[in-house]
């Protein structure tokens, strides 16, 4: 039999009981809804999870430390590889290098130092960080009140919000985040804040008398390099209070006030590892602590750390921290499924029973069709056809009412995060790959559970199906 | 109706039983349905198969008809042994050489007459504007026309099983086996479809078995009676009135029915 035909005649039976049909095939829409209710849920939630993340801004950023550096992240590669004294120091040639790789946007120093800055004659101690340009098209600073910096060297800070509650002596509840940013820029966006800091001053002098105790072999020859450190003061000018932090993943030494790069690289700033740096230093060009390197696309961030662990240097990325947490959702995901796929076995049962009534009901009429002429394939593939029909039926129905429900549980959770003054957040999500897949799923679920019924049928011997009445 | 509709006849038997067996097992006991059956019947003949109910009559039917299998002996239609034949094989010889009718209609009650007349088409897949057409010239030809579109439980049992024969002769088969087709109806009615049986069977050149416990009915549109009792074939005799009648020539049988 042609597949019109099949087609034709099986949803002509499915006509022919509605409500025995119709509940099955609801029953296949529950399960369908379930599953796509679940897995959607999953998807939702690992989404908003990523969403968190990228915002954070250093999904795509590599961190590149010298192996030398005193600040490790605990890895392996510092055992591996170069030992210590054979490997290179981060200096401004090695950044330029960093930066000429392929897939790289741009490698800026990080700049941080703790200092002290002074609001309203009262000093605060915290850690400041510079900024390069290209972060104000960040997602981190999404919720920014005030500017982004004026220029590259405008003597301009952006604050964290809970810095900035710091300076107006406000002390945050504890556990709830509910703190207004607008509320808390209103008085100190224009504001000046006092920088105190140490600013060190090279003299390019004759050799030798630096730091001889570091004089370890392999070094590319000994530069000498004699500085003082004077004490400076700057005046900044709070442009921006920052919602999120954009330093989210760095730990401890995340900083509170941000500075313009080009700024803050003029400030000679007196750093401690400057005092061992300096003294390898072959010239007078700066050397850094750790060098952020932006990659254009996070799928490249690991080719990219590669390179640079080629050139001997330590690198970091949040890659690493993210592969945890898909994988965290990949099992979530496989637990969700398999409590929607309870509900699909139900359904399962449902349609073999259904079917297996049809037989019983619907004997007669195959011992009829053989008779004619049908073959047992014939036979076969009409109830194939039925169950496929229901299933996709169900399938159709299942998805809809599973993104119905979904959508309920969202609107639902909003109001009640609205009631707790929480933004309100998107934590479902039922792709298009999803809506395909279940369709999909349900349809194959449906095709099994027709085999046994479709197997009995085709089976039927005429002669005793027309015997009975 | 054009010579080109008569069945091609090569001189072979249409059917050939030789020692056909049908036994079953019900709990305990061994029933032979069928014990040891031999018949030839040729192909353009009308034959009736006589005996009281559980004389095997039916079982030899429904084994020539390809529903069920020989326990033992051979059934040979049209040259092929339907006991060597595979269930797709039987299953495509039940779709294209027999046309089947029988006591209780049978027509699939969800489906109108069209629809039920079309569905052996559906399965040798004959294209659907094709079907129509000879749905509906088949349906005319049993003076149906009219009732097309109307399900089964909406007619009376003549014009089911009208209905019924235009289903069997819709694949243009060889052989039209038909089981108590009159069972159901009263006599007019009978008569009306016996009537139509025998002009399928002289116009067509179609080979008719027919079963039936009613000596009468046999007597008066039969060529041949085959009796059975017990399963085993106690007489064959052939009937001269019928016989005589077919071999006077087809026009002057028409106009006598006209």
Do not use: C
């Not at chain 1, 379930?34 to 950023?61: N, P």
């Not at chain 1, 804040?193 to 002098?205: D, G, I, V």
């Not at chain 1, 004997?363 to 073959?375: D, L, Q, T, V």
């Amino acid at each position: 039999m042609k597949l019109p035909d099949l087609t034709e005649l099986a949803l002509r039976n499915l006509r022919e009981s509605l409500l025995r049909n119709s509940l099955t095939t609801i029953g296949i829409s529950v399960g369908v809804a379930s599953l796509v209710a679940m897995l959607s849920l999953g998807i939702g939630l690992q989404e908003l999870a990523s969403r968190r993340l990228m915002k954070s801004g250093l999904f795509d950023t590599v961190v590149v430390t010298s192996r030398r550096d005193l600040r490790n992240f605990g890895r392996e590669e510092e055992r591996s590889g170069l030992a210590p004294g054979e490997s290179r120091i981060l200096d401004e040639p090695t950044r330029q290098e960093i930066e000429r790789l392929p897939n790289v946007l741009e490698a800026y120093p990080d700049i941080r130092f703790i200092t002290e800055l002074r609001y309203e004659d009262k000093p605060h101690l915290t850690m400041v960080a510079a900024l390069p340009s290209s972060a104000k098209s960040n997602d981190a600073f999404e919720g920014v009140q005030g500017n982004f910096f004026s220029s590259e060297l405008a003597p301009e800070a952006i604050i964290q919000k809970a810095f900035a509650e710091e300076l107006l002596g406000r002390t945050p509840k504890p556990g709830i985040d509910e703190t207004n940013v607008k509320e808390l820029a209103a008085p100190l966006l224009g504001k000046d804040l006092t920088m105190r800091y140490a600013q060190r001053e090279t003299a390019q002098t004759a050799s030798s008398a630096a730091a001889p105790d570091k004089a370890a072999p392999g070094d590319q020859g000994l530069a000498a390099a004699a500085y003082s450190v004077v004490s400076r003061e700057l005046k900044l000018k709070i442009v921006g209070v920052a919602d999120l932090d954009p330093e989210s993943m760095r730990g401890p030494t995340r900083a509170r006030v941000f500075l313009p790069l080009a700024l803050a690289e003029t400030l000679h700033v007196m750093h401690p590892t400057d005092l061992r740096e300096m003294s390898r230093a072959a010239s007078d060009q700066p050397v850094y602590s750790s060098v952020s390197v932006r990659v254009k696309n996070p799928s490249q961030v690991q080719t990219v750390e590669n390179a640079i662990k080629k050139m001997g240097y330590n690198t970091f990325s949040i890659l690493d921290a993210s592969r945890s947490i898909q994988q965290f959702f990949k099992v979530l995901d496989v637990f969700l499924g398999i409590f929607g796929s309870l509900a699909l076995a139900v359904a399962f049962i449902g349609i073999v029973n259904t079917l297996v009534m049809a037989i019983l009901e619907r004997r007669r009429e195959i011992g009829i069709m053989k008779a004619i002429g049908a073959s047992d394939g014939d036979v076969k593939r009409l109830f194939f056809a039925e169950a496929g029909a229901m299933g996709i039926l169900g399938g159709i129905v299942g998805v809809a009412l599973g993104w119905a429900i979904g959508q309920v549980i969202n609107i639902g959770t909003n109001i009640y995060l609205k009631s707790q003054s929480f933004p309100p957040e998107h934590f479902w999500s039922v792709p298009w790959w999803l809506v395909a897949f279940a369709v999909w799923f349900s349809f194959l679920v449906s095709l099994a559970a027709g085999l046994y019924p479709a197997g009995r049928a085709a089976r039927l011997d005429p002669v005793q199906a027309l015997r009975y009445e | 109706m054009s010579s080109t509709d008569r069945v091609p006849h090569n001189g072979h038997p249409a059917i050939h039983a030789e020692q056909l067996r049908r036994h079953y097992r019900m709990g305990e006991t061994l029933i032979r349905a069928v014990d040891g059956v031999t018949l030839k019947v040729n192909a353009g003949e009308f034959v009736a198969l006589l005996g009281s109910s559980g004389s095997g009559k039916s079982s030899v039917l429904n084994l020539i008809a390809g529903l069920d299998r020989p326990t033992s002996g051979s059934v040979i239609v049209q040259e092929r042994d339907l006991a060597q034949l595979s269930r797709e094989e039987l299953a495509s010889y039940r779709l294209h050489t027999v046309g089947m009718v029988f006591q209780s209609f049978n027509l699939i009650a969800s489906m109108t007459l069209a629809e039920n007349v079309e569905l052996p088409m559906r399965f040798a897949e004959v294209d659907r504007r094709e079907r129509a057409s000879l749905a509906r010239e088949a349906l005319a030809r049993v003076g149906l026309q009219a009732r097309m579109n109307h399900r089964p439980s909406e007619l009376s049992g003549g014009e089911q099983q009208r209905a019924a024969l235009a289903r069997a002769l819709i694949n243009r088969p060889q052989l039209l086996l038909a089981d108590e087709p009159t069972g159901n109806l009263d006599s007019h009615t009978g008569t009306e479809i016996m009537n139509m049986v025998r002009e399928f069977n002289q116009q067509l050149g179609m080979t008719v078995v027919m079963v039936t416990h009613e000596r009468a009915l046999a007597e008066r549109y039969a060529q041949r009676l085959i009796f059975l009792a017990d399963g085993k074939l106690v007489g064959d005799e052939s009937n001269p009135a019928v016989a005589a009648a077919t071999a006077t020539d087809y026009a002057g049988a028409d106009g006598e029915r006209r």
